[in-house]
Structure formats: structure tokens, C-alpha cells
């Protein structure tokens, strides 16, 4: 079965979990990594013939579109991630508004092509941010990625459909939603295959619920992750023990993971996995909900980049 493959394309200083120590502002001051790390990914898939979806921040675009070409170039799907890596629920609904346009002008400026599909930070489209989804819709946006149906106290809607739906909007518009892949066991979605979930737990693991999924469920998954993810030599940022776990842990052996899933699944872009993809129809959201929403307290659990 064919599978979606993602890449979020943001620099190791711009996660959530250094939210508190690094100020957007002072992102010009750190050195950058992104481009080599992502130029890796590009060759290992390149070797294996295996096209993936890149979500790239808008902030990172503009500072290496060559970056955004060869991606292009190299037959991959381009998506948005936002412009700069800021958790929706921490600003209002014109400050999104405002990202995703900035961002999606900047991308689209360098690929020459309409955006279609996007992932919001740290999966920040939630029962409290569910407003962004139609302003996705109005920005010319088809595909969707946000909505990790979990529990979590930073991100997640456990409820919410585990596999790929149509989100309703109205009579004209609908996005096709691809949430982060999970298990269901004892009652409660757990899940697998994407950023410290798959760095953090080991292969096997993964690699079983995978084959549940592909096999049992007869499902398509999500995998997902990050260049620093692929980066054990990057610069250490001063955080709390919790984050620094998030973050370092086992970075020196998720290239091999990665490399290990290409060899035993089979993979392509969001796009093209949706295209082959018998959706089914989700209750619209409610355009009625309020546009400013309170702030978030962070999370403490194994992902919230």
C-alpha cells in the first residue's frame, strides 16, 4: 500500500519546544542547517525513487528559495507550513490569516505554482482553532494535515477520524484532510510514525504498526518528520530537561530509521496518496466560532514540534 511521506522544513531553533527560550526576531543569528539537512533527504529519496511532500516554512523560503527549487526540480510536493512556525492558538484569527498569506505569497512566488496542500505548526488546528480551516479554503488550499486526532494538552482532537475524510465547509468548499497516522487500543489513539514518536520509540514498533495499519486496517499512513531530526551534530539550545529529551534524543539514529522505511514501505506525496484515496465526508465546520482564541499552556509530552 502506498503511503504519504512528509517533511516539515523548519530549522532546529524554530520548534515549539524552544518557543520560550528563542525569540522569533533573533532567528537571523543562529547559524542555519536546514538547507545541508534537507539536501541529505533529498538524496536519499532520490536514490530510492521515492517522491514526499515538503512543507516548508514561509521564513525558510525566503532565505533559500534554491532550497524550494531543487525541491521542485527534484519532482516533490510543495506545501506550506505557515510562515513563522507560530502555534495558531497563540494569536488571533487575523495574525493567521496573515502568516499564511505572507507564506504562501513567498512560496509561490518561487515555484510559479498554487499551493494546495498545508500543515499548521506544532498541529495547531484544534476544537479551538477549527475557524482555520476555512480560511484555508479561502485561500485557494484543497489538502490539509493539522488535525492530529489525539489527546494532548498542546495539540489534538482525539474524536476526531483517524484516516483520511472530507472536511465539509459549505456547498463549494472542501478540504481533504490527512491526519498523523495512530493506533487505536483500549479505547484511545496512540501514534506512530512521525516526528519524537518515531524518534523516540524504536523501529520495530513503528514498523508493526505500519503493517497493522496497511494490512489490518487496510489504511494508508502518515509519516512525518523534520531535517534536524536527521542532524545529531546541531547546536544545543539552554531549556528545560523535558525539551531538550524532545528534541536531542536519538537524533544520531533516525537517518537509519528513515532509511529502513524507505527499504520496507512504500511511499509517495499527500497529494498523490489522497488522489487514490476513497474519502469520506466530516460534518462542516462552524464559521461562527469565535476568531480570538486564549493562549495555550506548552506541552509535555514526547512531540510538539
Same mark, same amino acid.
Given at each position: 500500500m502506498l503511503n504519504a511521506l512528509t517533511i516539515d522544513v523548519e530549522d532546529y531553533f524554530q520548534v515549539e519546544a524552544f518557543a520560550r527560550q528563542i525569540d522569533p526576531k533573533t532567528w537571523d543569528s543562529?547559524?542555519?542547517? +536546514?538547507? %545541508?539537512?534537507?539536501?541529505?533527504? $533529498?538524496?536519499?529519496?532520490?536514490?530510492? =525513487? #521515492? @517522491?514526499?511532500? &515538503?512543507?516548508?516554512?514561509?521564513? #525558510?523560503? /525566503? @532565505?533559500?528559495?534554491?532550497? +524550494? %527549487? @531543487? !525541491?521542485?526540480? $527534484? =519532482?516533490?510536493? !510543495? =506545501?506550506c507550513h505557515g510562515y513563522g512556525h507560530q502555534a495558531i492558538h497563540n494569536g488571533t484569527y487575523e495574525d493567521f490569516e496573515r502568516d499564511l498569506r505572507r507564506a504562501k505569497a513567498v512560496i509561490e512566488n518561487i515555484t510559479g505554482r498554487a499551493l494546495k496542500s498545508y500543515r499548521a505548526p506544532s498541529f495547531s488546528i484544534t476544537s479551538r482553532t477549527m475557524w482555520a480551516i476555512g480560511v484555508l479554503a479561502e485561500e485557494g488550499f484543497e489538502n490539509d494535515s493539522s488535525i492530529f486526532p489525539i489527546a494532548h494538552d498542546f495539540y489534538g482532537i482525539p474524536d476526531a477520524p483517524r484516516f483520511p475524510y472530507n472536511k +465539509?465547509?459549505? !456547498? /463549494?468548499? +472542501?478540504? %481533504?484532510?490527512?491526519?498523523?497516522?495512530? $493506533?487505536? &487500543?483500549?479505547? @484511545?489513539? &496512540?501514534?506512530?510514525?512521525?516526528?519524537?514518536?518515531?524518534?523516540?520509540?524504536?523501529? =520495530?514498533?513503528?514498523?508493526?504498526a505500519i503493517c497493522r495499519l496497511n494490512k489490518v486496517e487496510k489504511q494508508p499512513v502518515m509519516v512525518y518528520f523534520h531535517p534536524w531530526e536527521i542532524d545529531p551534530d546541531q547546536p544545543r539550545i539552554a531549556a528545560t530537561w523535558r525539551s531538550r529529551f524532545r528534541h536531542y534524543q536519538n537524533l544520531a539514529s533516525t537517518e537509519k530509521k528513515l532509511l529502513k522505511l524507505l527499504n520496507n514501505f512504500s511511499f509517495s506525496t499527500m497529494e498523490e496518496v489522497l488522489a487514490g484515496y476513497e474519502l469520506r465526508n466530516y460534518p462542516e465546520v462552524d464559521h461562527d466560532a469565535p476568531k480570538r482564541v486564549a493562549h495555550c499552556a506548552p506541552s509535555l509530552d514526547l512531540e510538539n514540534s
Open positions: 543562529y547559524p542555519r542547517r +536546514v538547507e %545541508k539537512n534537507t539536501d541529505r533527504i $533529498l538524496a536519499l529519496l532520490e536514490q530510492r =525513487g #521515492v @517522491r514526499a511532500t &515538503f512543507f516548508i516554512l514561509g521564513w #525558510v523560503a /525566503e @532565505r533559500c528559495p534554491d532550497l +524550494v %527549487k @531543487r !525541491i521542485q526540480r $527534484l =519532482g516533490h510536493e !510543495i =506545501g +465539509v465547509l459549505d !456547498i /463549494e468548499h +472542501v478540504i %481533504k484532510e490527512f491526519p498523523p497516522s495512530t $493506533l487505536r &487500543f483500549c479505547g @484511545r489513539n &496512540f501514534p506512530i510514525g512521525g516526528g519524537g514518536y518515531l524518534r523516540l520509540l524504536p523501529y =520495530g514498533w513503528t514498523a508493526s
